[in-house]
């Protein structure tokens, strides 16, 4: 008997949310057990028009899940309610698949802790795009030879955050290989307050917001006498489901959570 792993969808009313719910529906070795979302005023997804062949329990309000039997609890909602979520699964022993970005160092670290207290495997992908994930890895390899580094990421004008978790991200695993130093004239000053962008370790992020772009992140190097530039396009929202479908997959044979899509590929 073919056991299939059963999800709930949190934010499922979002952009994000939708595509996954239809993903999961798909998928012939996942069920849809639950989906979740606070601006949701159904019982059941058989009452939406274009779920009407689906018997699936809909909540809006965390503590009315029913946890038992769900395996994998996938969640793109919000900044402000991640944190919450994820926790809410962990302590309900559900494997947690976090594309929702804006989680802090801390946050992170204070779920790693219970995740391992656990026992549950788990995942945050600040990107679940393989051209994303290549990306972060081509920009870590280039900044060995190429310290002098730049980051511009271009979303859709509804994002809530800056920079993206994915640009973020990238910063972060550029750190870990780069000598921290200060780009550009020490002596520079904004003339207009921003004009430089964000800071990370002395590496710049800007965040475009425009309607018309889904996902889209630029890493420039310059050299002397060189330059190199590394870009990924998410056209559209299909491009992080494979990522998604892999994690939902795998995550269960873990018991930690990691951090990166890399880990578990
Ligand atoms: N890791 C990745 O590959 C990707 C990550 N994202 C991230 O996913 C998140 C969601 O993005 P979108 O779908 O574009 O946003 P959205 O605004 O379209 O959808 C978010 C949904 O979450 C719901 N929500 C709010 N609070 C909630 C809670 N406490 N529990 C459950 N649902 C709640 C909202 O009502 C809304 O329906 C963002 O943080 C975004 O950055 C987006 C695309 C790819
Ligand atoms: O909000 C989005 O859309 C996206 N968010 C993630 C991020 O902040 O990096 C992933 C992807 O860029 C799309």
Redesign the pocket.
């Given at each position: 008997m073919v056991v299939m792993i059963k999800v709930i969808v949190?934010?499922f009313?979002?952009?994000?949310?939708k595509t996954t719910v239809q993903m999961v529906n798909e998928n012939q070795d996942f069920e849809l057990a639950a989906v979740?979302?606070?601006?949701a005023t159904e019982s059941n997804l058989n009452e939406i028009n274009e779920y009407q062949a689906l018997d699936v329990p809909v909540y809006s309000e965390?503590q009315q899940i029913k946890s038992a039997g769900l395996d994998v609890w996938v969640d793109?909602?919000?900044?402000?309610?991640v944190f919450?979520?994820v926790k809410f699964a962990l302590e309900q022993r559900i494997s947690p698949v976090i594309?929702?970005?804006?989680l802090t160092d801390e946050q992170v670290g204070e779920l790693q802790r219970l995740a391992k207290e656990k026992k549950v495997g788990g995942l945050i992908?600040?990107?679940?795009?393989i051209s994303a994930v290549l990306l972060m890895q081509f920009a870590q390899q280039a900044a060995k030879y190429l310290p002098d580094v730049e980051i511009i990421e271009m979303h859709h004008n509804?994002?809530?955050?800056a920079p993206?978790?994915t640009a973020l991200n990238t910063a972060k695993m550029i750190a870990k290989v780069r000598k921290e130093k200060v780009q550009g004239n020490p002596d520079e000053k904004e003339t207009l307050p921003g004009a430089r962008g964000a800071d990370y370790q002395g590496m710049k992020i800007h965040s475009v917001r425009l309607p018309g772009y889904v996902?889209h992140e630029q890493v420039l190097f310059g050299g002397l006498g060189e330059a190199l530039t590394i870009r990924q396009d998410s056209f559209d929202?299909i491009s992080?489901m494979s990522?998604v479908a892999v994690a939902i997959s795998k995550i269960k044979n873990y018991d930690e959570l990691f951090v990166g899509l890399e880990h578990i590929l």
């Amino acid at each position: 008997m073919v056991v299939m792993i059963k999800v709930i969808v949190a934010g499922f009313k979002g952009r994000m949310g939708k595509t996954t719910v239809q993903m999961v529906n798909e998928n012939q070795d996942f069920e849809l057990a639950a989906v979740y979302d606070p601006r949701a005023t159904e019982s059941n997804l058989n009452e939406i028009n274009e779920y009407q062949a689906l018997d699936v329990p809909v909540y809006s309000e965390l503590q009315q899940i029913k946890s038992a039997g769900l395996d994998v609890w996938v969640d793109f909602t919000s900044p402000a309610s991640v944190f919450a979520n994820v926790k809410f699964a962990l302590e309900q022993r559900i494997s947690p698949v976090i594309g929702t970005t804006g989680l802090t160092d801390e946050q992170v670290g204070e779920l790693q802790r219970l995740a391992k207290e656990k026992k549950v495997g788990g995942l945050i992908a600040p990107n679940f795009g393989i051209s994303a994930v290549l990306l972060m890895q081509f920009a870590q390899q280039a900044a060995k030879y190429l310290p002098d580094v730049e980051i511009i990421e271009m979303h859709h004008n509804n994002k809530l955050d800056a920079p993206s978790g994915t640009a973020l991200n990238t910063a972060k695993m550029i750190a870990k290989v780069r000598k921290e130093k200060v780009q550009g004239n020490p002596d520079e000053k904004e003339t207009l307050p921003g004009a430089r962008g964000a800071d990370y370790q002395g590496m710049k992020i800007h965040s475009v917001r425009l309607p018309g772009y889904v996902a889209h992140e630029q890493v420039l190097f310059g050299g002397l006498g060189e330059a190199l530039t590394i870009r990924q396009d998410s056209f559209d929202r299909i491009s992080f489901m494979s990522g998604v479908a892999v994690a939902i997959s795998k995550i269960k044979n873990y018991d930690e959570l990691f951090v990166g899509l890399e880990h578990i590929l």
